[in-house]
């Protein structure tokens, strides 16, 4: 089935659709989320990314991320792909967006607006093999060592948003 995103303007104004991987090969800007599930010792859910992906395979990320379909709203979206790959939801908020382009050598390019939702639940994940090879809790001093010690197991996106995601929740 083809999937497309929504392509936007750097302030996030959409300006048309495009197939996924079209946008990934042409370095398109579009809409995506990253969701960041908190349990309730404040440990981090984890998701490592299936080795099937089509990019960043065996990687390290957060709870759940992906980009919404045309006329879905983001939040919406959001719901949809933990459901999917994660095997539940929960209450979420959005705390901020962010802009990055990484390039990666299948000759694919993320270039998304990211905005990134909070959540917290003490629901175990019933994990989609297709999506996710394994996840785990673990807190953000813990994460933040791993990532000093070997970046390279952890996406670029994660690396870029773990910061502010960790400042807004030692907030609340």
């Known amino acids: 089935m083809e999937e497309f995103v929504i392509l936007v303007d750097q302030n996030d104004r959409e300006t048309g659709t495009m197939e996924k991987m079209q946008a990934h090969r042409e370095a398109m800007l579009h809409r995506a989320f990253s969701v960041f599930v908190f349990n309730s010792s404040g440990e981090l859910m984890l998701q490592q990314r299936a080795f099937s992906k089509y990019h960043s395979p065996g990687l390290w990320t957060n709870t759940c991320c992906s980009h919404p379909r045309p006329g879905e709203r983001t939040e919406d979206a959001a719901h949809r792909r933990m459901m999917e790959e994660m095997g539940f939801d929960c209450e979420m908020e959005e705390v901020f967006s962010f802009t990055y ?15 990134v939702f909070i959540g917290v639940s003490d629901q175990l994940p019933k994990t989609n093999p297709e999506e996710v090879e394994s996840y785990r809790f673990a807190g953000m001093d ?22 502010r995601v960790d400042a807004y929740y030692k907030k609340k």
Do not use: C, S, Y
């Open 142 to 163: 813990q994460i933040r060592n791993e990532m000093m010690l070997n970046p390279e197991n952890f996406t670029v996106w994660f690396r870029i948003a773990f910061e």
């Open 101 to 115: 382009k990484a390039a990666f050598d299948n000759d694919l390019t993320e270039h998304e607006v990211d905005h």
